[in-house]
Nanobody, 120 residues
Framework: QVQLVESGGGLVQAGGSLRLSCAASGRTISGLSMGWFRQAPGKEREEVAMHYWSSSNPWYAESVKGRFTFSRDIAKNTVYLQMNSLKSEDTAVYFC?????????????WGQGTQVTVSS
């Protein structure tokens, strides 16, 4: 059974940094697409960053481009989201997800989420 566990969230002041981790178990992240999503109160879930195994570079939402960095460590079966220059609008629950090629994210595996709160 695939399990994704996010960690690293917390409370940070605007301009600060956090590093989120997503540890996978039950299946290797090698060969799979991995993504970070977030959902703020009263808003729909949105894509933040993702890496398709077939692509060399991660994709980023315009709102986080230049501030967030996606990375994956195959040996640790973990993906990360380094978040710098945080803004109050980055406040949300952050989720990681895993999916196979030609599978929609909605049918992939999801973690339980980690809260990120940015105070202004």
């Amino acid at each position: 059974q695939v399990q994704l566990v996010e960690s690293g969230g917390g409370l940070v002041q605007a301009g600060g940094s956090l590093r989120l981790s997503c540890a996978a178990s039950g299946r290797t992240i090698s060969g799979l697409s991995m993504g970070w999503f977030r959902q703020a109160p009263g808003k729909e879930r949105e894509e933040v960053a993702m890496h398709y195994w077939s692509s060399s570079n991660p994709w980023y939402a315009e709102s986080v481009k230049g501030r967030f960095t996606f990375s994956r460590d195959i040996a640790k079966n973990t993906v990360y989201l380094q978040m710098n220059s945080l803004k109050s609008e980055d406040t949300a629950v952050y989720f990681c997800a895993m999916k196979a090629i030609n599978t929609p994210w909605s049918r992939g595996s999801w973690g339980q989420g980690t809260q990120v709160t940015v105070s202004s």
